[in-house]
């Protein structure tokens, strides 16, 4: 358990800036972690393993992109319980995203509003703090999420994503592909499917020629969007299935703002994550396991404020969940209570 309880902490941050805050949480994880002052924030790890996509997740929770962009904290974020981590998106090239302010929180729905648009220090800064963390070699599992820069056009996306793919791939255990932030334009646009089509077929093409280099097959994933109808999703799916791509993470964040009309901010532009998304993403997840059947892996990712929200993603499809938006309202205490919950479900 840590040593300070996170309701003392929240007040605090919370009269922040939420990006000020958000900084100053992981400058404070990167100084603390592997050092006796992890006890500040470290829980308790609650052991549920579970192969997926050839890969044994030692729990069912994992921690979604977006939070550590640099992968600067990792073994920090890992000392809350985490059975995996997922850090990015990176970027090839370094860019500073969005102007600001690009972060706002909506503490009446337990959601956050965000306009970040990949925001990172680039492929080099990003794998050389990768390399320096210590998380893999406990046997947890490390997920490395890639996009494109913002300057560059759609139609040269993949080779981005090709150049990205390369960078990582030998200090991930799976790679995700995000091609559904919508905070870089046009990015959405790569779910449809000639677009994704493509882009797989070249991911696949040069994963191939990667394992073969490296000695390793690592599995690849894909993140879709909540903004989705059952027609797209079902595309999806068969395109996945198509290019033998090895996991699904369901899903992102929101344009909809019916959840939280009326309230402050709620008009910003940027993607919507926290609560509101929980029964959107339950709704994909639903969709995707109808489509890709029942061994096809799939993360669950979106509205996860407690452990019944985490069971709701295991009853809708997903095999494994992760969380973001809750850990800002909830704390670290939400891993435990959330690997608990999944560790004490029939299934």
Request: net charge neutral.
């Given at each position: ?19 000020e ?5 992981l ?50 974020l ?11 998106t ?10 600001k ?28 703090n ?31 994503y ?12 799976y ?21 994704l ?8 093409a ?5 394992a073969a ?31 033998g ?16 009309s ?17 029964k ?16 096809f ?51």
């Amino acid at each position: 358990m840590s040593l300070i309880p996170y309701c003392l902490t929240r007040p605090v941050l919370f009269r922040m800036d939420p990006e000020e805050a958000h900084e100053l949480t992981l400058s404070g994880l990167a100084r603390t972690q592997n050092t006796p002052l992890d006890r500040l924030y470290r829980q308790p790890f609650v052991a549920q393993p579970i192969t997926l996509a050839g890969l044994q997740f030692p729990n069912r929770v994992g921690l979604a992109a977006g939070l550590d962009k640099n992968a600067r904290c990792i073994d920090g974020l890992g000392a809350m319980g985490f059975g995996f981590v997922e850090v990015g998106t990176v970027t090839p090239k370094a860019q500073p995203g969005n102007p600001k302010p690009r972060m706002f929180r909506l503490p009446e729905a337990n959601a956050l509003i965000n306009r970040l648009g990949f925001n990172n220090d680039g492929l080099d800064a990003f794998i050389a703090n990768v390399k320096r963390s210590k998380f893999r070699q406990q046997g947890r599992l490390l997920g490395l999420n890639i996009g494109k820069n913002a300057a560059t056009p759609i139609e040269n996306a993949t080779d981005d994503y090709l150049i990205a793919l390369a960078g990582v791939y030998p200090h991930a255990d799976y790679v995700t592909v995000n091609i559904s932030s919508p905070n870089t334009k046009n990015l959405r646009a790569l779910q449809s499917d000639e677009a994704l089509d493509g882009l797989l077929g070249a991911l696949v093409a040069r994963r191939e020629e990667l394992a073969a280099e490296h000695g390793r097959r690592v599995p690849m994933f894909l993140k879709i969007a909540p903004d989705l109808d059952e027609t797209q999703v079902g595309v999806i799916a068969a395109t996945l299935q198509k290019h033998g791509m090895d996991g699904v993470i369901a899903t992102n964040t929101t344009l909809a703002r019916d959840a939280v009309s009326g309230l402050a901010h709620a008009e910003e532009m940027g993607g919507l994550s926290g609560s509101p998304v929980l029964k959107g993403s339950n709704r994909v997840i639903h969709q995707l396991r109808a489509a890709l059947g029942k061994d096809f892996p799939i993360i669950g990712v979106g509205g996860i404020l407690s452990g019944h929200d985490a069971i709701s993603k295991i009853e809708a499809g997903a095999d494994v969940v992760q969380i973001y938006t809750g850990l800002i309202y909830k704390g670290p205490a939400l891993v435990t209570e959330v690997a608990s919950a999944l560790q004490q479900m029939k299934r």
